[in-house]
């Protein structure tokens, strides 16, 4: 039996070098109609047909943000329906077999290693009468993850779109059961285009004839585009409902993923769900599927609903709206999607449902992680909101005098300065960026990345950092007023008047105020004002009336605590090394580590929050589950 390694490795051989990427970057417009043609040969060389595909009976989702949450409710609701499922997803956290899951777990090593060969020897025996065509790193995984599914003769494959959907590599299916799109935004846009309306319209590319898709909620411009080619291609379009309005009957609707754009990939995942459950009902009553015609067209279109009527339901129907479906030849109006009674198992399997590395804490002696792999705008805001809050209430309850810690990267074409200003509002005390490599002592397969080289990763970590940097310029910020509202926007510090009267003072033993008067508007006046203190338990007050001797005293003693200290390290282990201040072992070979405040290191607690990159966030969990680089297992 080879190696999990040997197989990885040789996986690794299938990715394109940066200088070579570089090129087909600046042609993709040229041959991307040519992907899935391309993919359709490499599965037929793989011995997988287009039916082979279509019998997995898939559920497939694209989108901008949500998609692995989504898919991973889906894979959780038909796990507890009683079904065997496979999902398939990307990227990987920790290591690549987490890309393919049987029964909610990644393929353990050994299937693994033995269905890689499978496939890898398949194409490498062919690719001589092929002009020594081999897939792509994705694509052969996408090859292998059919495969797999194909052999372990699961009922359902739920496929995650990589990147955009028209062109991607999983689009050579052909009959899905149903189709998904998440909440749409910016991401990809060198590749997807630079407005939501283009982004949508490769989203978009997996809508099939007759199969039922349904989406998110979407800005004006995306669900336009949405429409049209719904109609397009022949496909009723629904829109999902808000989670409230499925009936839970009496019980509690608890989400296992937090974050508060779950709700939407959770009622996402329950149209789905529904769908493809309906589906499967009729096929193992009526041996085919009941179909209905679309109105004003002649194509016939799998029915997806399975739920009894209710009364708007039935008004819906006497005004003609019930019928009113987004496919070719019809009406602009979009239909209306009804929720439906949760089953047990759909509650279970929300309640259940697990996602590694989105808005995920991991608690540690004196150190709390707080990771989410956003990468996108909305995703880091939604990650902000939840570090705020969640930070927040650790903080009121362990007492303790805190130090709050960013740790950051964010690659390709994404804008670093749009992506950090949000993360502002968290008041972090230290700042540090580094790129998606674990570690420098060794080169773990499972996180190499041939697409991008070191030197052209330390460069983004620079460019980041000064992204960073000019959210607090005072030429950018405009005055020093606008810098003084760094303060009162963050709500961690106080703008008050400099009298001993008005002092706010921290009891650094406890984090909790003393003598603290009310601020209020008329209160702040910022021609003669200046912070007084930090209030959010980190350290003792820094500023007194007393010690200024005029406003510009005052002026640069507040910006050295408003403005957060910040470093560019080479790897994720030196950067979790310099967060922890000492609270975790370092390793050895971290020296010349940039020297800190000295008072830095006399905090209870570090708060960690690690983003930008699921990549990172998939470095950190190595390091911090302390998984070996060879990939092996631990107790």
């Not at 011995?47 to 595909?53: E, M, P, R, T």
């Amino acid at each position: 039996m080879e190696k999990y390694s040997e197989a990885v490795k040789t996986l690794n051989t299938l990715q394109t070098n940066a200088q070579v990427l570089e090129k087909i970057r600046s042609q993709r417009d040229r041959f991307a109609h040519l992907n899935v043609p391309n993919m359709i040969k490499f599965s037929q060389r793989a011995g997988i047909s287009l039916a082979d595909i279509d019998s997995l009976k898939i559920i497939h989702v694209s989108g901008t943000k949500g998609k692995g949450s989504t898919c991973a409710f889906c894979e959780s609701i038909l796990l507890h329906h009683g079904y065997k499922t496979g999902f398939y997803s990307s990227p990987h956290l920790i290591e690549v077999r987490e890309r393919i899951h049987i029964n909610g777990q990644p393929l353990d090593r050994e299937r693994f290693t033995s269905y890689f060969w499978d496939v890898y020897n398949k194409l490498d025996k062919t690719k001589a009468e092929h002009e020594n065509s081999m897939p792509g790193y994705f694509a052969f995984l996408t090859v292998m993850a059919f495969h797999v599914f194909l052999q372990e003769k699961v009922d359902v494959g739920i496929i995650e779109v990589g990147i955009g959907g028209q062109y991607d590599s999983t689009n050579l299916i052909q009959n899905p059961i149903a189709c998904g799109v998440t909440s749409l935004g910016l991401d990809h846009t060198s590749i997807l285009g630079n407005t939501v309306d283009k982004i949508a319209w490769h989203k978009a590319g997996i809508f099939k004839p007759g199969v039922p898709a349904v989406t998110a909620p979407q800005p004006a411009l995306a669900m336009n585009v949405l429409k049209e080619r719904a109609k397009e291609i022949g496909c009723p379009l629904h829109v999902c409902p808000d989670i409230e309005e499925y009936d839970a009957q009496g019980k509690d609707l608890q989400l296992g993923i937090k974050g508060e754009m779950q709700s939407v990939n959770a009622s996402l995942a329950l149209q789905l769900c529904h769908i493809w459950l309906g589906k499967v009902k009729r096929h193992n009553e009526n041996g085919l599927a009941e179909t209905i015609t679309c109105k004003g067209d002649a194509e016939e279109m799998p029915k997806d609903y399975s739920f009894p009527l209710t009364e708007q339901m039935l008004q819906d129907n006497e005004n003609g709206l019930a019928e009113t479906i987004a496919c070719k030849g019809d009406a602009e109006e979009m239909p209306k999607d009804y929720s439906f009674p949760l089953t047990e198992q759909m509650l279970q399997g929300l309640a259940t449902c697990r996602w590694a590395g989105r808005n995920q804490t991991i608690e540690a002696q004196n150190i709390t992680y707080y990771l989410d792999g956003a990468h996108t705008l909305e995703s880091i805001q939604q990650c902000v909101n939840w570090f705020r809050e969640d930070a927040e209430k650790e903080k009121k309850s362990l007492r303790k005098t805190i130090l709050k810690v960013l740790i950051f990267n964010t690659t390709g074409d994404r804008d670093s300065y749009m992506l950090l200003r949000p993360l502002k509002a968290c008041d972090f005390d230290l700042v540090v960026f580094c790129p998606n490599i674990a570690s420098l002592r060794a080169n773990n397969a499972d996180q190499t990345n041939n697409t991008v080289t070191l030197e052209s990763q330390m460069k983004r970590c620079l460019l980041n950092k000064e992204s960073w940097d000019k959210l607090f310029d005072l030429e950018n910020d405009g005055d020093q007023e606008s810098l003084l509202n760094v303060a009162a926007e963050g709500s961690s510090h106080v703008i008050s008047d400099p009298t001993p009267a008005n002092k706010t003072r921290i009891d650094v033993t406890n984090g909790q105020q003393e003598n603290t008067s009310a601020v209020t508007d008329k209160d702040v006046k910022h021609e003669n004002q200046m912070p007084d203190t930090a209030t959010n338990g980190h350290f003792s007050s820094f500023f007194s009336s007393e010690s200024c001797d005029n406003q510009s005293q005052r002026f640069n003693q507040a910006l050295e605590k408003l403005v957060p200290v910040s470093h560019c390290l080479p790897s994720i282990s030196h950067a979790l090394a310099l967060a922890s201040q000492g609270k975790t072992l370092l390793p050895a070979e971290l020296n010349d580590m940039p020297e800190l405040p000295s008072h830095f290191k006399s905090v209870d607690h570090v708060q960690i929050l690690i983003t930008g990159s699921i990549h990172l966030v998939g470095g950190a969990l190595r390091i911090i589950q302390d998984i070996p680089d060879d990939g092996s297992e631990t107790d």
